[in-house]
């Protein structure tokens, strides 16, 4: 969520232009999106009345076919009984003959479904195919003999082209010769119709498409102007306010490095309250000694030795946290050693801490923000994370420096609350952000889930080794 609130986080001038680009971008799009409605549903309507029209003519054309197969056999069907086999004969020998095209031909089956007449795919021929369906499962074979039984009728169904033995859509017309109990019929594919109208479907789509670029280029034009007029408006206003915003910060950042150099010169002063009972401690010891008590001299001389060991634990320690000595003295790498040592003895908590010698060294101001950052995080860590295991490991590259904070605790929740990691996670973002680098974090919540803090800093922030800003520094990063 964090992330997300600074991904989304606009200047004034950004928003400003925003403002004047949502009514455009949503208007253009209504307008495309009505188009393209408009388009596509007159399109439709022509397309299904073209495939109307076509499959009519295909109609057309099969009654055509049967009524003069029908007429070539009429004068023998006329004058046959309803058992002149002789007759049927002649009947099956015209129709089997009469083919047309590359897939045409004429059927005939019983009324019990037995195939009479099939000549393009002869294995057909005087086998029974009731209850016969295709692949889609519609029935064919009896809805022919029930168009038949009604007299005619058009059936559509998937079946082979012989030409290629692949599937089709067929249209047959089938009508029904009674006193033999055959069902007579012809058919046609239209496979040629349905990929002349998909081709018509899919020029409409592209046409469409293409005047959704179109207008798609027209709004990002114009929206482009919109937020290149708004940025040139405020271009200067926001550098200087920038420039005075990274001035002041500095500054504020200063102050606290200052200030924090102060306090820690205090408490150091102010551990001497410590040391004051450290020395009547001490005094009582040597008094009782001087009068030869050298059992009662143990107890205040144990009791001063252990304040004396806690007051200068403590003033390491504070010292430490305040402004590490070793930052200045030895560099980034040593510090964070020894800032990792000093977390790993005192939470208990397994921290491994590794680096690379940089060809260049940070300057002072990129020390201080990692080194603050890591000790935040690994402040964060000991009071929210629950983790068993964290690694901290800085690095040079050729775009720069990266510091990457890895623990394997409950991860971050969702909404930060303010006292907590929240303040915490925007100091880090801050510091970074004052020297143009980029902080990234990685969470996943759960009882191992584990965070991932990783800090970037460009490659302007490297000295070369020459331009020491500190001479008195003895080595280290």
């Known amino acids: 969520m964090q992330r997300l609130r600074h991904l989304v986080s606009l200047t004034y001038a950004q928003k400003l232009s ?15 999106f009505l188009v393209a409605y408009q388009a596509r549903a007159t399109s439709e309507r022509e397309i299904q009345a073209l495939e109307l029209r076509l499959i009519e003519a295909k109609k057309e054309e099969l009654k055509n076919y049967v009524t003069q197969a029908r007429n070539g056999f009429a004068y023998i069907y006329g004058r046959a009984e309803p058992d002149d086999d002789v007759a049927k004969t002649l009947v099956t020998q015209i129709l089997s003959a009469m083919i047309y095209g590359q897939d045409g031909f004429f059927f005939v089956y019983d009324y019990d479904g037995t195939n009479l007449v099939s000549p393009r795919q002869t294995q057909f021929i005087n086998r029974n195919w009731d209850g016969l369906t295709d692949s889609d499962g519609t029935p064919v074979v009896d809805e022919f003999i029930r168009l038949a039984r009604q007299g005619a009728g058009w059936h559509s169904f998937m079946w082979e082209k012989p030409s290629t033995g692949e599937e089709a859509q067929m249209i047959a017309y089938v009508v029904g010769l009674q006193d033999w109990r055959w069902a007579v019929g012809t058919g046609v594919f239209i496979d040629d119709i349905l990929a002349t109208v998909a081709n018509a479907r899919a020029e409409v789509e592209d046409r469409v498409q293409r005047t959704f670029m179109y207008i798609g280029a027209i709004v990002v034009a114009s929206v482009l102007i919109v937020f290149a007029s708004g940025m040139l408006l405020n271009i200067r206003e926001r550098r200087l306010a920038d420039a005075k915003l990274k001035e002041l910060t500095q500054r504020v950042f200063d102050a606290q490095e200052e200030e924090r150099g102060r306090v820690a010169r205090e408490l150091h002063d102010g551990i001497s309250q410590i040391l004051v009972g450290v020395r009547y401690a001490l005094d009582n010891a040597r008094r009782r000694l001087s009068r030869g008590d050298d059992a009662g001299a143990q107890a205040p001389l144990d009791k001063g030795i252990d304040h004396l060991g806690t007051a200068i634990t403590e003033v390491r320690r504070i010292s430490r946290d305040l402004r590490p000595g070793v930052l200045d003295d030895l560099g980034l790498g040593p510090a964070l050693k020894a800032l990792t040592d000093d977390f790993r003895e005192r939470t208990g908590i397994e921290t491994e801490f590794s680096t690379v010698v940089f060809r260049n060294r ?12 890591a000790q935040e995080a690994l402040t964060n860590i000991e009071r929210h994370a629950d983790a068993s295991h964290v690694t901290i490991d800085l690095r040079g590259h050729k775009k720069g420096a990266t510091m990457r904070i890895t623990d394997d605790g409950r991860g971050l929740r969702s909404e930060p609350d303010q006292s907590g990691t929240g303040i915490g996670l925007r100091n880090m973002q801050e ?42 520094r003895k080595a280290g990063t």
């Open 431 to 472: 510091r970074i952000e004052q020297l143009d680098g980029t902080l990234r974090i990685l969470s996943s919540r759960g009882p191992h889930g584990g965070t991932v803090i990783e800090v970037s800093l460009p490659l302007s922030h490297l000295l070369p080794p020459q331009e020491d800003a500190t001479p008195n």
């Open 18 to 32: 925003l403002v004047a680009a949502i009514p455009l971008v949503v208007a253009v799009a209504a307008i495309a």
């Open 362 to 373: 940070l300057d002072q101001d990129s020390k201080i923000a990692l080194y603050r950052i």
